[in-house]
């Protein structure tokens, strides 16, 4: 057994930065945090190769002087706390003095700063071990801090770094989270010698409007409630202008944005009655509380935050959102009760649609459905459709447990008949589960089978999902797409997994890329595959309001019959319910 010793130093700070610069977008993320700390009103970022090869910050805050420029690049030396009290009562984003000692151990740093009252600026330089002394230097006021090569003493580290087109877009959104936080305060990014955003100082909504675009800022709706030593304030998009992906969502506890199971399920249950489960919500929020109810100190990066009574921050959020819904007149539900139709106006249509007649000995044309699944011997449903006005009840054995199908009601639920009575079944949750296991088992044997769309899609996509498609090339295609970069801000789809070809390309791949893009292609393979698949198989399902024939709904019957777990879709809800006769002539009183 070796000796224990104490580590080095700069491998003690290498470990550090492990956990809080895991790329150069963390290393923007601290040093903007301490420019705003330090008051600064107007802030610049000049970035090079995707911050790989340069980041650089220069703001117009309170400085730091040259005698303590040494020690602003020490490990847990800080000017925001010198107390357990100050701790729990933090309301700067920076306290734990870690962050500029970490990226210093794996960059070559330079330090520049001038407080106002100063004569002169001075500079101080690092490179790995190496601290230079404190030395004259030109800046009219404030900071300047390049960090430049970063990771070029721990090679292993950077080799786990993306392309710089990622390494950029992570940047670009770390920034972007920082300018909405603060819209007094003005920015500007610089990247490769462009000017990427420049914002000025604005109020909210403006500031919303340049950052995330005037399509979301036109669809939001504000939000201002308050009670006690909490409030919230900000905007949320309306229903109709909810997103396919859960990029535009932005979450902030007194200025500092973050993530939380808490607050991210308040805000799925305010949407709960007005949202499609596969549609997601924009939003910028901003959560003031006092900071004794908000413990900051749980993550080293402080992304996660633990609040003290965590039920009444829940309620409150959807409460506060719930409300703002509601008076969204644009966007309430549609009237329950139909308004009287007029003497001369047409009969109403029947409240339930099925498929033509009710009986069942008509040949229907094959339609969708029929086209996601293999043809199927002669002597299934269509022959025995065929053969009989009505259903042929199951032999005894029950070769067909769930019976035939009678019609299609509301759009959503097949009735069906088999030997103990009626049989409803979800047909979007059943079709959902016959996918997910298919897809599944595409995927046991290493890669899902490609269909080449006839005609490529084209669409505008977000920086970081045009960048995954480059650096996850390989693992999207195990996963059956082919999915390429048609400019900065474009993508096309040239294929697709051919069980899924016909889902919506665009709205499909999206959803993929989010979750490739959060997790890697190689961790959801290992972890995370359940997951993606069921996303794929939501996509894929026949959709509410689709009609089907009934050769289309008996090939569904057949096929969940023939599917593990076909009685609970992904999501642990029922696909299907029996209804016997006896439960029927109750229900009827028959036999009183």
């Given at each position: 057994?070796?000796?224990?010793?104490?580590?080095?130093?700069?491998?003690?700070?290498?470990?550090?930065?492990?956990?809080?610069?895991?790329?150069?977008?963390?290393?923007?993320?601290?040093?903007?945090?301490?420019?705003?700390?330090?008051?600064?009103?107007?802030?610049?970022?000049?970035?090079?190769?995707?911050?790989?090869?340069?980041?650089?910050?220069?703001?117009?805050?309170?400085?730091?002087?040259?005698?303590?420029?040494?020690?602003?690049?020490?490990?847990?030396?800080?000017s925001k706390i010198t107390s357990l009290d100050d701790l729990e009562h933090v309301a700067s984003l920076g306290f734990r003095g870690e962050a500029l000692a970490s990226i210093a151990s794996v960059s070559r740093m330079?330090?520049?700063?001038?407080?106002?009252?100063?004569?002169?600026?001075?500079?101080?330089?690092?490179?790995?071990?190496?601290?230079?002394?404190?030395?004259?230097?030109?800046?009219?006021?404030?900071?300047?801090?390049?960090?430049?090569?970063?990771?070029?003493?721990?090679?292993?580290?950077?080799?786990?770094?993306?392309?710089?087109?990622?390494?950029?877009?992570?940047?670009?959104?770390?920034?972007?989270?920082?300018?909405?936080?603060?819209?007094?305060?003005?920015?500007?990014?610089?990247?490769?010698?462009?000017?990427?955003?420049?914002?000025?100082?604005?109020?909210?909504?403006?500031?919303?409007?340049?950052?995330?675009?005037?399509?979301?800022?036109?669809?939001?709706?504000?939000?201002?409630?308050?009670?006690?030593?909490?409030?919230?304030?900000?905007?949320?998009?309306?229903?109709?202008?909810?997103?396919?992906?859960?990029?535009?969502?932005?979450?902030?506890?007194?200025?500092?944005?973050?993530?939380?199971?808490?607050?991210?399920?308040?805000?799925?249950?305010?949407?709960?009655?007005?949202?499609?489960?596969?549609?997601?919500?924009?939003?910028?929020?901003?959560?003031?509380?006092?900071?004794?109810?908000?413990?900051?100190?749980?993550?080293?990066?402080?992304?996660?935050?633990?609040?003290?009574?965590?039920?009444?921050?829940?309620?409150?959020?959807?409460?506060?959102?719930?409300?703002?819904?509601?008076?969204?007149?644009?966007?309430?539900?549609?009237?329950?009760?139909?308004?009287?139709?007029?003497?001369?106006?047409?009969?109403?249509?029947?409240?339930?649609?099925?498929?033509?007649?009710?009986?069942?000995?008509?040949?229907?044309?094959?339609?969708?459905?029929?086209?996601?699944?293999?043809?199927?011997?002669?002597?299934?449903?269509?022959?025995?459709?065929?053969?009989?006005?009505?259903?042929?009840?199951?032999?005894?054995?029950?070769?067909?447990?769930?019976?035939?199908?009678?019609?299609?009601?509301?759009?959503?639920?097949?009735?069906?008949?088999?030997?103990?009575?009626?049989?409803?079944?979800?047909?979007?949750?059943?079709?959902?589960r016959i996918m997910y296991e298919k897809l599944k088992t595409a995927l046991d044997g290493r890669t899902i089978p490609m269909q080449p769309l006839l005609v490529p899609v084209h669409f505008a996509a977000e920086a970081?999902?045009?960048?995954?498609?480059?650096?996850?090339?390989?693992?999207?295609?195990?996963?059956?797409?082919?999915?390429?970069?048609?400019?900065?801000?474009?993508?096309?789809?040239?294929?697709?997994?051919?069980?899924?070809?016909?889902?919506?390309?665009?709205?499909?791949?999206?959803?993929?890329?989010?979750?490739?893009?959060?997790?890697?292609?190689?961790?959801?393979?290992?972890?995370?595959?359940?997951?993606?698949?069921?996303?794929?198989?939501?996509?894929?399902?026949?959709?509410?309001?689709?009609?089907?024939?009934?050769?289309?709904?008996?090939?569904?019957?057949?096929?969940?019959?023939?599917?593990?777990?076909?009685?609970?879709?992904?999501?642990?809800r029922p696909t299907w319910h029996q209804f016997s006769v006896t439960d029927l002539d109750r229900l009827f009183r028959r036999g009183e």
């Amino acid at each position: 057994m070796s000796a224990i010793r104490l580590l080095p130093e700069l491998l003690i700070n290498q470990i550090a930065a492990g956990e809080v610069i895991e790329r150069p977008a963390s290393a923007l993320k601290e040093l903007l945090e301490n420019s705003l700390d330090a008051g600064a009103q107007a802030i610049s970022v000049e970035l090079a190769a995707g911050g790989v090869k340069q980041v650089s910050v220069i703001d117009d805050g309170s400085g730091i002087s040259r005698d303590e420029l040494t020690l602003a690049l020490a490990r847990h030396a800080t000017s925001k706390i010198t107390s357990l009290d100050d701790l729990e009562h933090v309301a700067s984003l920076g306290f734990r003095g870690e962050a500029l000692a970490s990226i210093a151990s794996v960059s070559r740093m330079e330090l520049t700063s001038r407080r106002t009252e100063e004569r002169h600026a001075y500079r101080v330089t690092a490179e790995g071990p190496t601290l230079g002394a404190p030395e004259p230097a030109t800046l009219a006021r404030g900071t300047r801090i390049d960090v430049r090569e970063l990771y070029f003493n721990t090679p292993a580290r950077r080799k786990f770094l993306k392309s710089e087109q990622t390494e950029f877009a992570h940047c670009e959104e770390a920034f972007r989270r920082i300018a909405l936080s603060r819209p007094d305060v003005a920015f500007a990014l610089t990247h490769n010698g462009r000017v990427r955003l420049q914002v000025k100082p604005q109020p909210l909504v403006a500031r919303v409007a340049a950052v995330l675009g005037e399509e979301f800022a036109d669809g939001a709706l504000p939000v201002e409630e308050s009670g006690g030593q909490i409030a919230i304030r900000g905007a949320i998009s309306s229903p109709s202008h909810a997103k396919g992906t859960r990029d535009a969502q932005y979450f902030f506890v007194n200025g500092r944005c973050i993530r939380d199971k808490v607050v991210a399920h308040a805000i799925r249950q305010a949407y709960a009655d007005v949202l499609h489960h596969d549609r997601h919500p924009a939003f910028v929020l901003f959560l003031d509380i006092d900071p004794q109810l908000v413990d900051v100190n749980v993550h080293p990066a402080k992304a996660e935050v633990r609040f003290r009574d965590s039920r009444a921050v829940h309620q409150f959020i959807f409460h506060a959102l719930h409300k703002t819904l509601s008076r969204s007149a644009g966007d309430a539900a549609p009237a329950l009760v139909a308004p009287p139709a007029s003497p001369s106006a047409a009969p109403a249509a029947p409240f339930y649609r099925n498929q033509g007649a009710m009986t069942l000995g008509i040949a229907q044309p094959a339609g969708a459905y029929a086209t996601l699944f293999a043809p199927r011997p002669a002597t299934d449903t269509a022959t025995l459709l065929q053969a009989a006005p009505v259903p042929a009840l199951p032999p005894s054995g029950d070769e067909h447990p769930l019976g035939f199908a009678l019609a299609q009601l509301a759009g959503i639920y097949i009735l069906a008949e088999n030997r103990n009575g009626l049989i409803i079944i979800d047909m979007h949750a059943a079709h959902e589960r016959i996918m997910y296991e298919k897809l599944k088992t595409a995927l046991d044997g290493r890669t899902i089978p490609m269909q080449p769309l006839l005609v490529p899609v084209h669409f505008a996509a977000e920086a970081l999902d045009v960048a995954t498609t480059e650096d996850e090339r390989e693992g999207l295609q195990a996963l059956g797409f082919d999915i390429a970069p048609a400019g900065p801000g474009a993508l096309i789809v040239r294929g697709v997994p051919a069980l899924l070809a016909d889902a919506d390309a665009q709205a499909l791949a999206l959803d993929v890329l989010h979750e490739v893009r959060e997790y890697g292609a190689s961790r959801i393979a290992t972890e995370r595959g359940n997951e993606l698949l069921g996303t794929m198989a939501c996509h894929a399902a026949v959709r509410a309001n689709r009609k089907l024939t009934v050769p289309e709904m008996n090939a569904l019957l057949r096929d969940m019959e023939a599917t593990e777990r076909s009685g609970q879709c992904n999501h642990g809800r029922p696909t299907w319910h029996q209804f016997s006769v006896t439960d029927l002539d109750r229900l009827f009183r028959r036999g009183e």
